[in-house]
């Protein structure tokens, strides 16, 4: 059974990095797909921020491309989420979620993990 | 990028009642779009992929339609797991974006 998990710290003040990490079981993140990160601000709108290939090309999102880095690590079968220079806007709920191609969608969601931005 | 206007943001309704959530995009997608759910201990599952194919699984009270900008997803009669936050999604273009969502509520 393929899971995701999202980690990383629940807090980050204004003008730091948030980092996030999946980790995937049940699957090779090298394997095929995209694997992407998507978030879910107060007030429900989503947002997909950007994904990591199996080959580990990346697409952003336009709107976060000067602040975004996804990267992987695949001897721990894990992908990474940097945003920098947050602001409380940032304040979401992050999700880790696989990509699949056949068909294009969302296949598998990790549960998500709350990130405040606050001093 | 493609906006998606998904309404309405919530629906109150009761067990056993038709619903349908629509879904417009601001240019045509194509069919390229997607359906989900989202529980309310934060669980997302997809439902629906490419307009009205169902995910294996799903119930077939869900169901799927629409054309060009205007997509909807209707269940036909609600059971009480179907009380949550449904999103559609389009995969026209990239950026993929999501509608705002809606949020089916016990009346």
């Known amino acids: 059974e393929i899971q995701l998990q999202e980690s990383g710290p629940g807090l980050v003040k204004p003008s730091q990095s948030l980092s996030l990490t999946c980790s995937v079981t049940g699957y090779t993140i090298t394997s095929g797909y995209d694997w992407s990160w998507i978030r879910k601000f107060p007030g429900n709108k989503m947002e997909w921020m950007g994904y990591?290939?199996?080959?580990?090309?990346?697409n952003y999102n336009p709107s976060l491309k000067s602040r975004i880095s996804i990267t992987r690590d695949t001897s721990k079968n894990q992908f990474f989420l940097q945003l920098n220079s947050v602001t409380t806007e940032d304040t979401a709920t992050y999700y880790c979620?696989?990509?699949?191609?056949?068909?294009?969608?969302?296949?598998?969601w990790g549960q998500g993990t709350l990130v405040t931005v606050s001093s | 990028d493609i906006q998606m206007t998904q309404t309405p943001s919530s629906m109150p309704a009761s067990l056993g009642e038709r619903v349908t959530i629509s879904c417009r995009a601001s240019?045509?997608?194509?069919?390229?779009l997607n359906w989900y759910q989202q529980k309310p201990d934060g669980t997302i599952k997809p439902l629906i992929y490419y307009t009205s194919n169902l995910q294996s699984g799903v119930p077939s009270r869900f169901s799927g339609s629409g054309s060009g900008t205007d997509y909807s997803l209707t269940i036909s009669s609600l059971e009480p797991e179907d009380f949550a936050m449904y999103y559609c999604?389009?995969?026209?273009?990239?950026?993929?974006?999501f509608g705002g969502g809606t949020k089916l509520e016990l009346k």
């Open positions: 979620a696989r990509g699949d191609w056949e068909p294009n969608w969302f296949a598998y």
């Open positions: 999604q389009q995969y026209d273009s990239s950026p993929w974006t």
């Open positions: 990591i290939s199996y080959s580990g090309s990346t």
């Open positions: 240019q045509g997608i194509s069919n390229y």
